[in-house]
């Protein structure tokens, strides 16, 4: 698949998808949305990938958006139509039962913010800048960035990114809650990988768990989250792994999880 937008390579139990277009700045087309997509499909079915890690390629840009030259000429229906794709994909990343980092390495803007706020981890090289500057072309946000900002980063900072349409630097994208880890530039592949390894470590079902209460208990109300939360704890007794975790704390020992 010469043609491909992205790169796709295994570290071991981590997965890194590279979004392969820099002479765009890696911007989002409809062909690159189905093949991420298709992507992360293929992550959530294969036992063997424990972790993936989000990134875009050349030394610029993580994702400077959906393609604008691709939108410039839809229609409404077909502006739907892209909104619902982009939406899915993000979806699909969102609601993955494995960890996902975004490693955002230049400009994350508009579509590019989007994908990486539905990563559940983002760690940002110290040059990285964010935004949501749709506004500047006459649109709004079309892949979940009203609605994940909003989520992550609260009302004062949806409505000052998404209205103003400036990026921001990656200091201020951490002050803001919205990347996790910023890091300098040189380090950030280094840093990434350390701590995919880290999590690839860890207990897969138990990683899963949190994503899964994570991601339930933010749409629902506390009676229900916590019900959700309860039902998860109480199926964690059922794993080997959980067994495995706490014999190997009390036997003094590193624990060797077998996701199960
Ligand atoms: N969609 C389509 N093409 C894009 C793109 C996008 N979102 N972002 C960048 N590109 C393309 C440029 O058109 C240019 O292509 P060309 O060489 O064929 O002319 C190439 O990527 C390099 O971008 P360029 O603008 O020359 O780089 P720069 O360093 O001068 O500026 C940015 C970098 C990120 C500030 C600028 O590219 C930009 O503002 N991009 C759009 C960001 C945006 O509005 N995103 C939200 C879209 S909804």
């Known amino acids: 698949m010469t043609d491909s937008p992205l790169l796709i390579a295994d570290h071991d139990a981590v ?10 700045l890696n911007a989002l087309n409809a062909a ?11 992550i959530a079915a294969e036992p063997a990938v424990r972790v993936a890690v989000l990134t875009g390629a050349g ?9 604008i030259a691709e939108m410039s000429g839809l229609s409404a229906i077909q502006g739907r139509d892209f909104s619902q794709r982009g939406q899915r994909t993000m979806r699909r990343i969102e609601t993955l039962p494995k960890p996902v980092i975004a490693m955002v390495n230049g400009f994350a803007l508009g579509g590019g913010l989007e994908l990486a706020m539905a990563c559940h ?11 949501q500057p749709e506004v500047n072309l006459g649109l709004i946000p079309g892949f979940g960035g009203t609605q994940r900002l909003l989520r992550l980063a609260g009302r004062a900072a949806a409505l000052e990114l998404c209205l103003l349409g400036a990026p921001i630097d990656a200091a201020r994208a951490h002050q803001l809650g919205l990347v996790n880890r910023v890091v300098a530039a040189a380090e950030l592949e280094a840093e990434t990988m350390k701590l995919a390894t880290q999590l690839a470590a860890a207990a897969p079902l138990a990683l899963r768990g949190v994503l899964d209460c994570v991601n339930h208990g ?3 109300g506390i009676e229900e989250g916590l019900a959700y939360e309860t039902a998860q704890f109480g199926l964690a007794f059922s794993t080997e792994d959980m067994r ?5 704390f009390l036997e003094k020992r590193r624990p060797a999880f077998r996701n199960r």
């Open 15 to 24: 997965r890194v998808v590279t979004v392969n277009r820099s002479d765009k």
């Open 32 to 42: 690159t949305l189905d093949a991420l997509h298709e992507a992360f499909e293929a």
């Open 59 to 67: 030394p610029k840009a993580f994702v400077a958006g959906a393609d």
């Open 121 to 131: 981890l983002r760690i940002a090289a110290d040059s990285a800048r964010l935004g």
């Open 218 to 220: 933010g749409e629902c």
């Open 244 to 248: 495995e975790g706490t014999a190997a």
